[in-house]
């Protein structure tokens, strides 16, 4: 490679042929700016103005009705789910319970309380895994129940109630 520039235009902005003799048809180049100002547009005091801040809207709203088979659907959903919660909770306990020797110091306080003539009471035979598993079970279903039939008969009363007072006001903004 030779050590001339490699440019093919000149400065005047016409292009070389490689025989060295330059093209007078070719457009000229514009002149480069600075690096600085390259990415910034040129600016012309009062052309343009900043775009005013938009003000938050807001919606004012009334919850006049709610639909009850949309609460018990969504209310029975919740309270299965509250009770698997409350079946595995009582698994955890129970567990944490029998791992850290809770259980074998509530049947030695019994025994000294008792004296040690009475045969003696295993709280592990009394509240033992499975009894305590079918308790939380059974609990959980009426919680399902209960909870489903009071959620239903709210959104009843709330229908009945918003006929008379007109419901819930709620307004949304928008940030």
């Known amino acids: ?11 005047s902005g016409q292009v070389r042929t ?7 048809n070719a ?3 514009p002149p480069q700016r600075p690096a600085g100002q390259a990415n910034r ?11 005013p801040k938009a003000k938050a809207r807001k919606a004012r709203l009334l919850v006049s009705k709610v639909d009850p088979w949309s ?6 959903l919740l309270s299965v789910a509250l009770g698997i919660v409350t079946v595995v909770a009582s698994f955890v ?5 029998d791992l850290t020797g809770i259980f074998d110091g509530v049947n030695e306080l019994l025994r000294e309380i008792a004296g ?4 003696g009471f295993d709280l592990r035979q009394f509240a033992s895994l499975p009894q305590v598993l079918s308790f939380a079970t ?4 009426v919680n399902v129940v209960l909870l489903t039939a009071l959620a239903m008969l709210s959104a009843v009363l709330y229908n009945i109630s918003s006929t008379l007072v007109g419901g819930i006001g709620v307004t949304l903004t928008d940030d």
Do not use: C, D
């Not at 490679?1 to 400065?11: D, E, F, G, K, L």
């Not at 490689?18 to 007078?24: E, I, K, Q, W």
């Not at 306990?93 to 319970?97: D, R």
């Open 93 to 97: 306990i129970w567990t944490v319970l």
């Open 27 to 29: 457009p000229a180049r």
């Open 71 to 76: 609460v018990l659907k969504m209310s029975f």
């Open 18 to 24: 490689p025989g060295g003799s330059p093209r007078t």
């Open 1 to 11: 490679m030779s050590s001339a520039n490699t440019n093919p235009r000149s400065s």
């Open 116 to 119: 040690s003539e009475s045969g």
């Open 41 to 51: 547009p040129a600016q012309r005091p009062g052309l343009v103005k900043p775009a």
């Open 138 to 141: 059974i609990i959980a279903v």
